[in-house]
């Protein structure tokens, strides 16, 4: 499949980069290098009620293994409906990751989209990592299965208010530059989220309970497909949820 040969060839490309890197390294740099790690975190794991009753689940959760210079990453989003018993969002990522600035890493893999309803495949580009004034951003690039392609750009700060009281802003912009009828993605921007979440480290970092609120919008032609299925493009949610790191 074409997408997958894209994600393959830049696997390829990431991993000799890793190496020429490190060839010829001292072995004590080396193993600094190489120290190993691993750990799963749930930076969100959250119950939301909106509009109309509308009542939910999501998480936004990773697990990770290897080095700091190189490292495998699979990255799961979903949300799921408890009135309809549905996966409204489904998203698994499985990446590499290797650094590419002091402050800044590159990833390649393949995505899975299995919500309810029609599944999609994409082949993921993207980078991550902290902007001047410490915003975590990240951008990612995607080609679908059938050829289509999209962006999703985000970015959130982390605001302390006292050493354990956070204040959490975070925004998300997803962008198609080609129409996907068959899953309601319209071409141009096709939504945009915004939320507001206060935290508190009760254990530490490890668990962190929260309070907040998730503005979500459609545009475009994305829109208009959601309201040819009687979906609604726009909502306000209140979240309850924590935040969990192992």
């Known amino acids: 499949m074409k997408f997958l040969s894209i994600a393959f060839t830049c696997v390829s490309v990431t991993s000799s980069l890793f190496f020429a890197q490190n060839v010829g390294a001292e072995p004590s740099a080396m193993a600094v290098k190489g120290y190993q790690t691993y750990g799963l975190q749930l930076e969100q794991l959250e119950y939301r009620r909106g509009d109309e009753n509308e009542k939910s689940i999501s998480w936004d959760a990773e697990a990770f293994v290897g080095t700091d210079e190189f490292k495998l990453r699979w990255l799961s989003e979903a949300e ?16 590499v990751q290797v650094p590419i600035s002091a402050f800044f890493d590159a990833k390649v893999g393949v995505r899975a989209d299995t919500p309810a309803g029609t599944d999609r495949w994409y082949g993921v580009v993207g980078i991550a990592g902290l902007a001047p ?15 289509d392609t999209s962006a999703r750009f985000d970015v959130d700060y982390e605001l302390l208010l006292t050493n354990r009281l956070i204040l959490t802003p975070s925004a998300e912009v997803n962008v198609a530059f080609s129409k996907d009828p068959e899953i309601g993605i319209g071409s141009g921007v096709s939504d945009v989220s915004a939320g507001m979440r206060l935290s508190y480290d009760l254990i530490d970092r490890s668990v962190s309970p929260y309070l907040g609120i998730v503005y979500e919008r459609k545009l475009g032609k994305t829109a208009d497909y959601s ?14 949820g924590t935040k969990l790191m192992f």
Do not use: C, K, M, P
């Open 133 to 147: 004034q410490w915003f975590e951003v990240g951008a990612n690039f995607f080609v679908s299965e059938t050829g």
């Open 80 to 95: 799921y409906d408890t009135t309809t018993s549905n996966f409204e969002e489904l998203e698994n990522q499985l990446v």
């Open 227 to 240: 309201l040819e299925e009687g979906e609604d493009i726009e909502g306000w949610r209140a979240v309850v």
